[in-house]
């Protein structure tokens, strides 16, 4: 049996040019998983609001 991860690191691997470096397909496996953290995170509600934010950003320079 093919795990979800495997089966998604498969099919993001498979979708790469053929002229593709090591780091350049390293790269994308780690934005596929930083783009479902995210995804995981705001379906938990675990979500800061825009305004929050750039209260946060801005405090960050003060």
Known sequence: MVTIAKAKINKLVE???????Y?????ELIFAQIIDRGLEDSSKGLIT????FKKEISSWSS
């Open 23 to 27: 780091n350049e397909i390293i790269r």
């Open 15 to 21: 979708k790469q040019p053929d002229d593709s470096s």
């Open 49 to 52: 609001k825009h305004e929050d």
